[in-house]
């Protein structure tokens, strides 16, 4: 099955590259679409070099709108079958695409989470934010009635039909939410595998804020009970 990865970016000058090297070198994608979210350093300027080269396709946000929106303009322009969606921050290795398109492949998942927290390696790191990811996956299990361990994760790996007739409102960090809760109340078969996690801290240019969490905490009530 064709693979498209979505690659959501803002202001990843530094690393933009080297995400789209590695992800090219696991030789699995048959396009790779990167979104820009109205990015300010110089990021654009490299993007449109790569556009159109190798099974790339850029597409570019005139404004910052978030990560929500960056990923909810790839899958609309995704044409594989399958959808994978990369952080281009470094956090995430592309290394462990095959294990995650492994229960997709073998017609045992529809949806398939990376979790930094089964055993991976992983970097030491971020104590309270891990603290806030276990709270809000924890708020998940109540609330859906499942197990998942990484609810936050921003490895998600699924079949188009997943997300066909679904609507995606979440514009910044409160996709992640959004999509788990919907995808649970229309029980899709979920898998988690284990990831390589190589944290970046805030110094280093990490986005997500407190508030993000709030905004979290409010997404997974809103749609337990909402569509």
């Given at each position: 099955?064709?693979?498209?990865?979505?690659?959501?970016?803002?202001?990843e000058?530094?690393?933009?590259?080297?995400?789209?090297?590695?992800?090219?070198?696991?030789?699995?994608?048959?396009?790779?679409i990167?979104v820009?979210?109205?990015?300010?350093?110089?990021?654009?300027?490299?993007?449109k070099k790569?556009d159109?080269?190798?099974g790339?396709?850029?597409i570019l946000?005139?404004k910052?709108?978030?990560?929500?929106a960056?990923?909810?303009?790839?899958?609309?322009?995704?044409?594989?079958?399958?959808?994978?969606?990369?952080?281009?921050?470094l956090?995430?290795?592309?290394?462990d695409?095959?294990?995650?398109?492994?229960?997709?492949?073998?017609?045992?998942?529809?949806?398939v989470?990376?979790?930094?927290f089964?055993?991976?390696?992983?970097?030491?790191?971020?104590?309270?934010?891990?603290?806030?990811?276990y709270?809000?996956?924890?708020?998940t299990?109540?609330?859906?009635?499942?197990?998942?361990t990484?609810?936050?994760?921003?490895?998600?790996v699924?079949?188009?039909?997943?997300?066909?007739?679904m609507?995606?409102h979440?514009?910044?960090?409160?996709?992640?939410?959004?999509?788990?809760?919907?995808?649970?109340?229309?029980?899709?078969?979920?898998?988690?595998v284990p990831?390589?996690?190589?944290?970046?801290?805030?110094?280093?240019?990490?986005?997500?804020?407190?508030?993000?969490?709030f905004?979290?905490?409010?997404?997974?009530?809103?749609?337990?009970f909402?569509?």
């Amino acid at each position: 099955m064709k693979l498209s990865v979505i690659i959501p970016v803002y202001n990843e000058v530094e690393s933009v590259q080297e995400i789209l090297k590695r992800v090219k070198d696991t030789k699995l994608a048959s396009e790779i679409i990167i979104v820009d979210d109205g990015s300010k350093d110089g990021t654009r300027d490299v993007l449109k070099k790569l556009d159109g080269k190798g099974g790339v396709h850029v597409i570019l946000h005139e404004k910052n709108q978030g990560k929500g929106a960056a990923v909810r303009t790839g899958m609309q322009a995704a044409k594989g079958e399958i959808l994978l969606i990369q952080d281009a921050d470094l956090e995430y290795d592309p290394r462990d695409i095959p294990s995650l398109l492994k229960p997709i492949n073998e017609g045992i998942a529809d949806v398939v989470y990376g979790s930094r927290f089964l055993g991976g390696p992983r970097r030491a790191t971020m104590f309270w934010h891990m603290i806030a990811n276990y709270l809000l996956t924890f708020m998940t299990n109540i609330l859906y009635d499942t197990i998942l361990t990484d609810m936050e994760t921003g490895y998600k790996v699924f079949r188009r039909e997943v997300i066909d007739g679904m609507v995606i409102h979440a514009n910044s960090f409160n996709f992640e939410p959004e999509f788990t809760a919907k995808i649970l109340k229309r029980h899709y078969r979920i898998y988690e595998v284990p990831i390589t996690f190589n944290p970046r801290d805030y110094s280093q240019g990490k986005k997500i804020k407190l508030h993000d969490a709030f905004e979290a905490v409010w997404a997974l009530l809103k749609y337990r009970f909402m569509d």
